[in-house]
């Protein structure tokens, strides 16, 4: 579980410059951690291309992911 705004804002800046760099994200989609950052990413408009529900147990799970980064996106990773 992230500890701050700046942990989460942390890993959400490097799953962003992944997507930018055409880099796959396996190792981000088993962490629940870095699932909640792709989901907050999806949230705020800086990734396009994620399908996603939340299971009995509440968490998230990613059925479909086909990222695409968008201009807010861009612009988080220049002003992060």
């Known amino acids: 579980m992230f500890k701050s705004t700046k942990e989460f804002e942390s890993s959400m800046k490097k799953i962003l410059t ?4 055409e880099k796959p ?8 951690d870095y699932c909640d950052a ?11 291309g994620i399908q996603y529900f939340i ?11 086909s990222p ?9 990773i220049e002003n992060y």
Not at 18 to 21: G, I, K, L
Not at 25 to 32: G, H, P, Q
Not at 55 to 65: A, F, R
């Open 38 to 48: 792709i989901l907050e990413c999806e949230k705020r408009g800086f990734l396009q």
């Open 68 to 76: 695409r980064i968008t201009y807010c996106g861009l612009e988080f």
């Open 25 to 32: 994200l396996d190792e981000f989609l088993s962490n629940i």
């Open 55 to 65: 299971n009995g147990d509440g968490l998230p799970v990613i059925e479909y992911c």
């Open 18 to 21: 992944c997507v930018r760099d």
